[in-house]
């Protein structure tokens, strides 16, 4: 079996997996970083969410032999200590139910946030759109997202 070298969370990783294997077993299986979720396998969910050189990308769907160079971000590497403001404003907002596809929400809002810092209600449902929440939190998930908003200008 082949070892792939990752970059996550800022440190080299050696996984010894197949080519087609995807990032989010490698993650939860290979380097014990259960932090990002199994939701649907499709790509179509979100809970899998983290970041690929800065950009929120489904990791079901991404295999191992695709990431040479590349830095990936999981939510465990999001903070150290949970103070990203996407974090505090999910807090503040208390948005979780049940907190499975937390992680995911978080890493596509920390993304988008990064990219657009000033975003109106419209872009934050339009970015947000791609998540599912089985709780329907949706509203909360917006308000969080403007929340971090605020403070990360």
Known sequence: MPTYN????????AVDATAETPLLWALRDHLDLV?????CG????????VHVDGNATRSCQLQVSQLDGKSITTI????????????QAWKAVDVPQCG???AGQIMTASAFLAKYPNPSEED???AMQGNICRCAAYNRIQKAVAVAAEKMV
């Open 76 to 87: 465990e590497g999001l903070s150290n200590d949970g103070t990203h403001p996407v974090q």
């Open 124 to 126: 934050i449902k339009n």
């Open 100 to 102: 499975y596809c937390q």
């Open 35 to 39: 932090g990002t979720k199994y939701g």
């Open 42 to 49: 499709i790509g179509q969910c979100g809970a899998c969410t």
């Open 6 to 13: 990752l970059k996550i969370n800022g440190q080299d990783h």
